[in-house]
């Protein structure tokens, strides 16, 4: 497909045009979530972040490289655009600097998607930006959590006594009953902790793990195995960019040496078709961080493989 081609937009949208400010995968802007079935959404925000930035800036970017993806997967043979209604629906307001009135005007945005039946899936943004997501989709409803990422971010709280960070969402989840009990796993784990009981809460509450060092051992079977629980039932998947090793993803605020290939994580990816998936994020692309764009390329890429399997 040439560059200057568009997916084809659905009746009264508005196609922007080359040259034009980016939309993801150039595809229609569509502010009415009723009039979509999947909603892709940038969420510009970094207050949670303990160390490097800049996640913010990655909604923009990714969208800028999405620009390369065409219409057909060329493994799956899936044609996203020919099968739903699926749009750009622009990013949620956020206030840069009050943390937790961003986390209200987080819910509140993604609650008007669910309550139109719009499944988001979502550019980052740190990895706090999933706790508001998952209150507006599964507070009444738990789902179950495939998490991939480098951290396990079920710490209690950072400098202090702060209990909403970007290493903390998903203890808080817990907390509040929006994953179901037993159907929590987490994928790419690795790196240094700060003590050793960094992952008691976690093994509390039955939180599956895959460590890089067992996925490098074992392979894609283990990762299948572990899947078969999250069969026919509601599952939400959250994919920290730094799942991947800063070889392949350098622009990251917390990278972690070891982790997974570009060709690994796609295949991870991949297998998670046929859930009953029911939303989808990818956070912390931090551009300032990057190198020749090779981060924001690989989670446009990321985005339409998740596209392809919503």
């Known amino acids: 497909m040439p560059n200057n081609e568009y997916p084809q937009p659905l009746s009264g949208m508005v196609?922007?045009?080359?040259?034009?400010?980016a939309t993801f995968m150039r595809l229609p802007i569509e502010r009415d979530p009723a009039?979509?079935?999947?909603?892709?959404?940038?969420?510009?925000?970094?207050?949670?972040?303990t160390n490097r930035p800049g996640a913010r800036h990655g909604p923009r970017e990714i969208r800028t490289m999405s620009c390369f993806m065409r219409r057909v997967h060329h493994v799956s043979k899936v044609a996203p655009y020919e099968l739903c209604r699926v749009g750009d629906h622009g990013d949620c307001s956020v206030n840069p600097i009050d943390l937790h009135d961003s986390l209200t005007r987080i819910?509140?945005?993604?609650?008007r998607l669910h309550r139109a039946g719009a499944a988001p899936l979502t550019a980052g943004?740190?990895?706090?930006?999933?706790?508001?997501?998952?209150?507006a989709i599964?507070?009444?409803?738990?789902?179950?959590?495939?998490?991939?990422?480098?951290?396990?971010?079920?710490?209690?709280?950072?400098?202090?006594?702060?209990?909403?960070?970007?290493?903390?969402?998903?203890?808080?989840?817990?907390?509040?009953?929006?994953?179901?009990?037993?159907?929590?796993?987490?994928?790419?784990?690795?790196?240094?902790?700060?003590?050793?009981d960094d992952f008691d809460f976690a093994h509390k509450h039955k939180?599956?793990?895959?460590?890089?060092?067992?996925?490098?051992?074992?392979?894609?079977p283990i990762f299948l195995r572990q899947l078969r629980a999250f069969r026919n039932q509601p599952v939400y998947i959250t994919l920290d960019i730094d799942c991947v090793d800063p070889a392949y993803a350098p622009g990251t605020g917390t990278p972690q040496v070891g982790g997974f290939t570009s060709i690994q994580i796609l295949n991870l990816v991949r297998a998670l078709k046929g859930l009953n998936i029911v939303g989808c994020d990818l956070v912390e692309v931090s551009p300032p961080f990057d190198n020749g764009e090779i981060t924001s390329l690989l989670a446009a890429n990321l985005l339409y493989e998740l596209l392809c399997i919503l």
């Open 125 to 135: 943004g740190d990895h706090l930006i999933t706790l508001p997501i998952l209150r």
């Open 107 to 111: 819910e509140e945005f993604f609650a």
């Open 207 to 220: 939180v599956k793990m895959i460590t890089a060092e067992e996925f490098h051992a074992k392979g894609m």
């Open 35 to 49: 009039r979509l079935d999947i909603a892709l959404v940038g969420v510009p925000f970094d207050g949670g972040t």
């Open 138 to 196: 599964a507070r009444e409803r738990p789902v179950g959590l495939i998490h991939f990422d480098a951290h396990s971010d079920t710490s209690d709280s950072y400098f202090g006594g702060e209990k909403y960070t970007h290493g903390t969402p998903f203890r808080r989840a817990i907390e509040e009953g929006l994953i179901r009990p037993g159907k929590f796993l987490q994928v790419g784990l690795r790196g240094q902790l700060y003590a050793e």
């Open 15 to 21: 196609v922007p045009r080359f040259g034009e400010v």
